[in-house]
């Protein structure tokens, strides 16, 4: 069984940064999709972040220009560096990889990120 384990969250004032990093038990063969998704308290989860095996990333419009998401399909890991962050952001922030070999969901357990005012 393949666990995903982020790290990186923490509590940060508005206007500051956090690296999360998203790493797998053992090597996932495969990846055709990585995400970063959160989900606040009362809402659906919802993808902020996504890269493809090919390396094509798309962003959520309200993290467009703050939020680089980047990864490396070999190790199975992922990244997410977060800036000029808001209240908004506060949320627990889960990451995702996608095997077309296995057919495969894999989710981390969430880390949480608090921005304060």
């Known amino acids: 069984q393949v666990e995903l384990v982020e790290s990186g969250g923490g509590l940060v004032q508005a206007g500051g940064s956090l690296r999360l990093s998203c790493g797998a038990s053992r090597s996932i063969p495969g990846i055709n999709h990585m995400g970063w998704y959160r989900q606040a308290p009362g809402t659906e989860r919802e993808l902020v972040a996504g890269?493809?095996?090919?390396?094509?990333?798309n962003y959520a419009d309200y993290v467009q220009g703050r939020f680089t998401i980047s990864g490396d399909i070999a190790k199975s890991t992922l990244f997410l560096q977060m800036n000029s962050l808001k209240p908004e952001d506060t949320a627990v922030y889960y990451c995702?990889?996608?095997?077309?070999?296995?057919?495969?969901?894999?989710w981390g357990q969430g880390t949480q990120v608090t921005v304060s005012s």
């Open positions: 995702r990889i996608h095997s077309w070999n296995t057919g495969n969901d894999y």
């Open positions: 890269i493809s095996g090919a390396g094509r990333t």
